[in-house]
């Protein structure tokens, strides 16, 4: 089980486990909704799906961090935007979660491929 699973199991345990002390005459809470603001190297790294020292690294060599008092915070948004031109893309970097639905990136990258190798015998006939 890689770190990242583990993290998420051992916060479904504890959850349940908060559910089941809660006292019954408080109202239900909200879920939580996803935020677009990331705060702390854990949750950066979190999303990143990497250890916190390659974090760190990245953020070292450019990756968008803003340090606020003793916080550190990244966007969502702004890691992907960084993580796409990265990879030599023009498009932002979509990290994948469980539920994600990838069909559209899937369809989206084979309409590429296809267009880049097109491209390619064109020129080779010319």
Known sequence: MDEVSHRVALNAIAMKKKQKTANKSR????PR???DRLKGWDEIA?????PVAVAQRWARSGMPVTREGRFLYAS????S???GREAGL???????????????????ALAYARGGKQDRRKK???
């Not at 109202?27 to 909200?30: G, I, L, M, V």
């Not at 979190?46 to 990497?50: E, I, P």
């Not at 023009?90 to 989206?108: C, F, K, M, W, Y």
């Open 76 to 79: 969502r948004e702004e890691l």
């Open 90 to 108: 023009d498009v932002p970097v979509r990290i994948a979660t469980e539920g994600t639905d990838l069909s559209a990136d899937l369809d989206r």
């Open 27 to 30: 109202p239900a809470t909200k």
């Open 33 to 35: 909704v996803q935020n």
């Open 124 to 126: 080779a006939k010319r």
């Open 81 to 83: 935007r960084y993580l």
């Open 46 to 50: 979190g999303f990143l799906a990497q």
